[in-house]
């Protein structure tokens, strides 16, 4: 199966499941319960992209272009949330769009000092230490 069609699944699967009524009950867990939800993105993300385990934490994010799952589930929720509100009629398609992009904008700016401040994936950082390289070649699935 090419990388496309395992990135066409984890979409599908992974982050609808993860997604699902995560506005309830995402801005209750705790810290934990936030570090397990990135192990087991972690875990499916090395077998999207047929790496080995030891890839680090960061540098699989970046290899398959993909958000951490709690960036990207805040994300989610401030995008319904902006799309489902009140005065989602007053304003033009145009500028909820635009404020969409502003939160895109803010989400990868929060992945990129994540990326940063990580321990991990020293290496990687050195090589390519900008995340909003992925971004600019639409490979972020945000």
């Avoid at 705790?30 to 570090?35: A, C, D």
Wanted: positive net charge; charged residues 25%.
């Amino acid at each position: 199966m090419s990388f496309g069609n395992r990135k066409i699944l984890y979409d599908a699967i992974f982050v609808s499941i993860v997604s699902y009524c995560s506005a309830i009950y995402y801005p209750r867990l705790s810290q934990i319960n936030i570090n397990k939800l990135l192990s087991l993105q972690r875990k499916i993300l090395i077998n999207v992209a047929s790496g080995y385990r030891t890839i680090s934490f960061p540098a699989i994010f970046y290899i398959t272009g993909e958000v951490p799952i709690d960036i990207k589930i805040e994300l989610i929720n401030r995008t319904k949330t902006l799309r489902h509100s009140t005065s989602f009629h007053e304003h033009s398609k145009h500028e909820i769009e635009n404020k969409i992009a502003e939160l895109r904008a803010q989400a990868v700016e929060r992945w990129q000092l994540t990326y940063e401040n990580s321990t991990k994936g020293r290496l990687t950082n050195e090589i390519i230490p900008d995340v909003e390289i992925t971004h600019k070649n639409k490979c972020i699935g945000i």
